[in-house]
């Protein structure tokens, strides 16, 4: 089974992968010096396996981005406040960085968590994932960039994934759901969690189950619902975000990880992202 992506403009993304390639690495130096430039560096990195997941997927440029961006997410994250003394970081390649100034607070959000904690999913930098699950959520919530109620609730479900527990009857689990179903009106909000947080919630139950061929079913499903969304409007369709969907490559990535094997292909989720194999060896 294949699900293509919806219509996008390919030659832009061409042309902003070429462009944003050229400037990574000095971004890169720039953000091992200071923190200031951890925030740029994530947003050229994004941009660039968002753009890179449509023109070269399976690149190693494109994987070392995704590394790079699960780093420099958490980075922000763990450098919100002064460390005394400095913390030493892994940032791109070469010695560890450590910085004297702490990030600015506003970018220490929850939004921010989610991100790394997909991109560190995706990229098996089992080290990144241990200190985001540290980070409580009190961190979170004193940023001043203050995002929806779900959000924070959907943390609390993306910290259960990976744990011993079970996933399904856990208590993060049923609030999320019940904030999911209680998403009746034609709101934006309410729109975008019938199409991508209701699908996830379902691909969650068959990879609890350990069910190949169900798992593939409600994958199938959440990323169809996940091309309807992002393809219905003229708006949506130029949005980076939906180019392709982090959150089903990085529940696909946990499935493959745990023996599930399943026979779904899609340009929102790259088969080497999935299967790790862009990362195996590294990505430099």
């Known amino acids: 089974m294949r699900i293509v992506r919806h219509p996008i403009n390919e030659e832009l993304a061409k042309t902003l992968f070429h462009e944003e390639r050229e400037r990574l690495l000095p971004l890169l130096e720039c953000a091992r010096k200071a923190t200031r430039a951890l925030s740029p560096l994530v947003t050229n990195a994004r941009i660039m396996y968002q753009t890179g ?5 399976h690149t190693s440029e494109v994987g070392y981005a995704l590394r790079l961006s699960a780093q420099a997410n958490t980075a922000i994250l763990v450098f919100s406040h002064n460390q005394r003394p400095p913390q030493s970081f892994l940032l791109g390649n070469g010695p560890p960085v450590s910085y004297s100034e702490p990030v600015d607070e506003s970018h220490a959000h929850v939004g921010r968590w989610i991100d790394a904690l997909e991109l560190a999913t995706i990229t098996r930098q089992t080290d990144l994932l241990t200190t985001l699950k ?5 961190l979170l919530e004193r940023s001043s960039t203050v995002g929806a109620r779900s959000t924070y609730l959907f943390v609390s479900l993306l910290r259960t994934l990976g744990a011993r527990d079970p996933i399904i009857g856990h208590p993060a689990f049923n609030v999320y759901q019940e904030y999911c179903a209680n998403c009746h009106d034609d709101s934006a909000h309410c729109i975008a969690i019938r199409h991508l947080a209701i699908p996830f919630l379902g691909i969650l ?20 619902m996940h091309k309807k969304y992002w393809g219905s409007s003229e708006k949506r369709r130029k ?23 399943f026979d779904v292909e899609s340009d929102y989720i790259p088969t080497s992202w999935v299967r790790g194999e862009l990362f195996s060896h590294g990505s430099s």
């Open 53 to 57: 997941g449509v023109v070269a997927p």
């Open 134 to 138: 540290r980070l409580p959520n009190e």
């Open 205 to 224: 139950r068959q990879l609890e189950c350990a069910d190949a061929a169900a798992f593939s079913n409600s994958l199938v499903g959440a990323l169809e």
């Open 239 to 261: 949005d980076f975000d939906g180019f392709v969907s982090l959150q089903l490559t990085a529940v696909a990535a946990l499935a493959w990880d745990r023996g599930l094997r």
